[in-house]
């Protein structure tokens, strides 16, 4: 186990070394928050992964666990006295709350998210709130009111979505612990675009009270980070049940530590790996389909067995998602009605009163959503109307079944599957923002896991030869399998820092110029 | 059955905008009309293996009842609930006119 002193750069420290350190008092907390609140001083204007910071808060909770540990206290959690960055859809009671949308501007919510409490109570320091694609909508983080996040690897390029803040936190060096969602892949996408780990939690592993609903059937809280042991050790801290979010399953956080641990001893020996027929192929780009080849190779030459699976439902996964998805968030988005919080328009452009509840809420809404909202709640809304449901809706949920059919068949075969987390590498701003379908596809292979409620994780593969940046690998695990997938990550991670020397986020470009 | 969506018209998303309460601009009209009819195309394929003999997962965990006690604990007080309110009257939330604008 490495030290820190107080001299390196804490910033480039992982979480686990920086605990160690503030646990021993090599190190201050307040020093480590410091550090990142420096940090994000001077990148985050060029990066935009923030769209609040809560310095003097952060730097209050960093001086309260060094005042416990000085009494000499147990620290209150493995990871206590590291700094965190919260995904602006997860409230923190009288911090501002978006969710990346105009229609929460200035919204203090008035409790704490039950993964918030969480965070508090193990003594993790949260530094601000991170930005988003609106409601966690996207797969770009162009989407939010607030302005886009830019991949800190390329600036002129998308972090991923919708957890883009998140992910380009961590791979810009302003936290070493970051907290995302992931609806339709919104950990994983942004992980691989950005070189980062991130993990989906089997539905139902973390509670999903306080985190603003997107489609309550899909959404799931997860942790990221930029090695595995670190996701681990936050994944440990914020899953396990909660009687208040009737989704959560009724069982204590898996040990996914310990699965870390045995993957980097153990490797992957005896392991069989499933790589997923439809996963692969047309669509993916050349850098990122030869990435995923040498990680394959990675984990034979560790010891696992590789076997083809066929899910031959996938390929109506994204079809079946986007019309799930769009019919859920068009009911939860329904609270958004100008009456009990958030923004309320009750002029017209001419500066005459709008006399209406009815018509207060739809211009409300109108200037309230922005253009991927407005686009998801109308499709929605068609979907679930009468003479089209069975077609739509219904049909969409039975796609779910089959597909939850060929992964229990796929489990059959292999203790965990394997594939590219994203199609492609971080995109140019602006590339696929007017073109709909083409940036749905960004999310090809992370719906499936999705939609059939199963743990998945992104961790980096490489770099693509052809773009230069991060590709991601997706290891997704059976439902509840957190424990084989969490081992299967580490085992790579470890064999592909032992085969290159060095892992794909300490690659990631300095950003010195920024200040 | 596959879906034989037909071309949405311009009404048709008007009528939809309506019903999700959402105002809309003349230009996001035509807009929203050509993505939504693509997008729809593209979606309508779940209904090609969609059949009779499939049952539908709603939810990927299976779903029951969850109770607690019966017992009264503190929940968020009054002032917390309105703090956020667009508007707030005598302890409560103010909204404009609901009754009377609709047939």
Redesign the interface.
């Known amino acids: 186990m490495s030290t820190v002193s107080p001299s390196a750069d804490l910033t480039r420290q992982t979480a686990a070394n920086l605990a160690t350190a503030i646990a021993s008092r090599e190190v201050s907390a307040v020093e480590v928050t410091r550090a990142h609140l420096d940090r994000i001083e001077a990148v985050d204007a060029d990066v935009h992964a923030f769209l609040h910071v809560s310095g003097e808060q952060a730097l209050a909770a960093a001086a309260a666990v060094d005042e416990s540990l000085q009494r000499g206290e147990a620290p209150a959690s493995p990871l206590a006295g590291v700094p965190l960055a919260l995904k602006d859809i997860v409230v923190q009671q009288g911090v501002p709350t978006t969710a990346g949308s105009k229609i929460l501007e200035g919204w203090l919510p008035p409790y704490d998210a039950t993964v918030t409490q969480r965070l508090v109570a193990a003594g993790i320091v949260i530094l601000g709130k991170t930005n988003l694609d609106e409601f966690a909508m996207g797969s770009s983080t162009e989407n939010s009111a607030y302005g886009p996040t830019r991949n800190p690897w390329d600036l002129t390029r998308i972090p991923g979505g919708s957890g883009g803040g998140s992910a380009a936190a961590l791979a810009a060096f302003e936290a070493p612990l970051a907290i995302g969602t992931d609806t339709g892949g919104s950990i994983r996408q942004p992980a691989s675009v950005t070189g980062t780990v991130g993990a989906k939690p089997t539905y139902g592993g973390v509670s999903r009270y306080g985190v603003i609903a997107l489609a309550s059937s899909l959404d799931q809280v997860g942790p990221c980070a930029r090695t595995v042991l670190d996701t681990a050790m936050l994944h440990e801290v914020i899953a396990g049940h909660d009687p208040r979010d009737s989704t959560s399953i009724p069982q204590p956080a898996p040990n996914v530590v310990d699965a870390v641990r045995r993957g980097q001893s153990d490797g992957v020996a005896g392991m069989r790996i499933g790589i997923v027929k439809q996963l692969g192929g047309d669509g993916y780009q050349a850098g990122v389909s030869e990435s995923f080849a040498q990680a394959v190779a990675t984990l034979t030459a560790a010891g696992a067995e590789i076997v083809e699976v066929d899910c031959p439902h996938f390929e109506y996964g994204l079809a079946a998602y986007y019309l799930i998805l769009p019919s859920e968030c068009s009911s939860n988005l329904a609270r958004f009605d100008a009456m009990r919080y958030g923004l309320r328009v009750e002029q017209r452009p001419d500066g005459t009163l709008i006399e209406s509840a009815e018509q207060v809420m739809a211009a409300t809404r109108g200037q309230g959503f922005g253009a991927e909202v407005k686009r998801r709640i109308m499709l929605g809304t068609y979907a679930l109307s009468a003479g089209y449901y069975d077609a739509y809706y219904g049909s969409a949920q039975k796609v779910r079944t089959l597909i939850r059919q060929d992964f229990e068949r796929a489990y059959e075969q292999a203790d965990v599957l394997i594939s590219p987390s994203s199609p492609v590498t971080a995109f140019a701003i602006g590339e696929k923002v007017d073109d709909p379908m083409a940036m749905y596809l960004n999310d090809l292979a992370t719906i499936p896991g999705s939609l059939a409620g199963i743990p998945a994780m992104s961790v980096p593969s490489g770099i693509a030869s052809d773009t230069g940046l991060p590709v991601g690998l997706q290891i997704m695990g059976p439902a509840l399998g957190e424990l084989p997938m969490y081992r299967v990550a580490a085992a790579f991670e470890a064999a592909y820092l032992a085969e290159h020397g060095t892992l794909v986020p300490d690659l990631a470009p300095a950003l010195e110029g920024a200040k | ?1 596959a ?1 034989q ?1 037909p071309a949405l018209t311009r009404d048709d ?1 008007a009528h ?10 003349e230009p ?1 009209l035509d ?2 009309r050509r ?2 009819d ?3 195309h ?10 009779a003999d ?8 299976q ?1 029951v ?2 109770y ?1 006690p019966d017992v009264v604990v503190p929940g ?1 007080e009054h002032a ?2 309105l ?5 707030t009257d005598e302890g409560r ?1 103010r ?4 009754l009377g ?2 047939e």
């Open positions: 059955m879906a969506q998303v939809l905008a309506h019903l999700a309460r959402l105002q809309l601009t996001e807009l929203y993505q939504l693509v997008v729809l593209s979606v309508a394929r779940v209904s090609e293996i969609a059949t499939v049952e539908p997962t709603t939810h990927a965990v779903l009842n969850v607690r968020l917390a609930a703090a956020a309110a667009p508007a939330f909204v404009p006119q609901i604008e609709e």
